[in-house]
DNA sequence: CCCGATGTTCAACCACGTTGACCATTTGGA
DNA sequence: TCCAAATGGTCAACGTGGTTGAACATCGGG
């Protein structure tokens, strides 16, 4: 590689990527295996109160059939429960259990853990710089909110 | 959603899926379609002089045999070529076309122009001061370098 | 009361990665 | 010098996680 600076396309792949990397790994070590990304976003958005498949589905930017099969998988690992609809016999609610908050809060902290590793080596001010300035960007390209997360390649 | 800053990870995974989603819009519009994400890192991987489907597989992170097949993918397409070893009958070596150098210089353009978008968001500076940031951290946390690049999910 | 919209599931398929075995060539040490 | 290990590559079987397409039951408004 012989050019200007590396393209900003690449470095967030990069980053992205080694934090997940070290999530997992600090995760393990704290006994918890057996998950993939995807979990934390489905964690986080059922965490304030029932989602529901589709929801999910556009949560995620995947059909809701993907995402049916990713709360069974996570329902299997007792992250979540799929109990029956209340008042529409249609809707299978997603509700997180007490292990799926642990695990929530598990990852809450690592990265707390790893933000702060960051701080370490460039400073609080430039993290947090980082942080707004993706925040604003996108926020101005998706009409002010943040675009759905989802597998790119 | 309703808790405090949003984590740096998952605001990587959208500002690159955001990013690329552009690119590919972008090229698709100068009439490149047919691509996928990985085809650019092997296309800047090779660009200075000729690499192998070995070399390849540990900058992406996967087997030689996925590399392998992206290789032959991108050789279907006119990209790149496999030409025979020169001094080692073992060897491969992958070679940009002159398509694929065309390729790689519209996916600069179109960089340059995201890049441009996102300065007219935050300012040029926020702009520096986030691709400095990352590269510093990735290189502290890699041993001088800058990691390797692979899906993540 | 019925027809369209909605939430879900089943089944078949596909893209892209993996593991494992194997082949050809090169290299280096006994 | 020669043979064994290392290296670059390929073939084949398989797994994971997504897709499309169809079907089903339930809800809601005319």
Known sequence: MSDGPVPLARL???????????LHTRLAERGWDDHRPAFGFVLVAARDGP??????????????????????????????ERSAGAHDARRRPVVVTARGR?????????????????????G?????????????????????????IRPTW
Not at 131 to 144: K, M, P
């Open 12 to 22: 967030f792949a990069m980053a992205f990527r080694d934090l997940v990397d070290d």
């Open 51 to 80: 989602t529901d498949a589709t929801a999910l589905a556009s949560l995620l930017g995947v059909t809701k059939q993907a995402a049916s099969k990713l709360v069974d998988t996570m329902a299997a690992a007792g992250l979540v």
């Open 102 to 122: 642990r695990l929530l809060a598990a990852a809450e902290e690592v990265y707390e853990e790893l933000e702060e590793e960051w701080a370490g080596v460039v």
């Open 124 to 148: 609080r001010r430039d993290v947090e710089t980082t942080r707004s300035t993706l925040t604003r960007v996108l926020r101005a390209r998706h009409g002010g909110g943040l675009p759905p």
